[in-house]
């Protein structure tokens, strides 16, 4: 009799660890996409995997906005990432701890990320966070900045990232698609 007990008491254990353990699998993940753009290509790629995973959207805006003007924003960038300036950012995160992914999106400012994005990166604590970071260029794709991304957020898992031509950002929703079905993060 007691060997009886004992040993539906463990199955009992077991069907209810394995229910525990499914649950666990099961739960959504909360999502933010936050993103930089200074002319409205990377907007357009971070709004549409927003809509795709059902996610939240944060914009990382500089309170002293970038000169419209192609040459004088190329010639500004420069000489920030030269001087390692570190812009101060219009708003802030109110808690990153509630995010379990976090999508970042940036267009290619030198070969990187612009100054804005690395300052973001340091306002927070990305340890333990996946990260899956996403950009638009025109002809360099990631540059180097997947490697300063891991230099900034060196205990963070960071995901295989998507590199969409700034020409095509308003036009790659099958793209977009195909790379979060491979994420497992399409709802
Ligand atoms: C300051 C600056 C620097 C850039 N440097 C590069 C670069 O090194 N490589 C590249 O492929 N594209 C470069 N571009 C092109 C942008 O990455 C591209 O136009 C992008 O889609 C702009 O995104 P946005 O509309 O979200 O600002 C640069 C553009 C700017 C304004």
């Known amino acids: 009799m007691k060997t009886k007990i004992l040993l539906l008491s463990t199955l009992m254990f077991l069907i209810i660890g394995t229910q525990a353990q499914s649950q666990e699998a099961a739960a959504p993940k909360k999502i933010l996409v936050a993103y930089f753009s200074h002319s409205g290509n990377t907007r357009a790629v971070a ?15 500089t309170v002293k906005a970038y000169p419209a003007n192609y040459n004088t924003v190329v010639e500004q960038a420069k000489q920030e990432q030269k001087s390692d300036y570190r812009p101060e950012l219009k708003s802030k995160l109110k808690n990153i701890k509630q995010y379990d992914v976090i999508f970042i999106g940036y267009p290619n400012w030198w070969s990187t ?55 095509a950002a308003h036009n790659s929703g099958d793209r977009i698609e195909v790379w979060l079905r491979q994420l497992k993060l399409l709802k």
Do not use: W
Request: proline fraction near 4%; include cysteine.
């Open 113 to 167: 990320y612009p100054q804005a994005v690395k300052v973001f990166l340091s306002q927070y604590d990305f340890s333990r966070k996946t990260i899956i970071p996403f950009c638009t260029h025109e002809g360099s794709e990631f540059g180097n900045s997947l490697v300063d991304l891991k230099k900034m957020c060196p205990e963070s898992t960071i995901m295989e990232g998507l590199a969409i031509r700034g020409s």
């Open 47 to 61: 709004n549409q995997i927003c809509k795709k995973v059902n996610g939240e959207i944060f914009e990382i805006a």
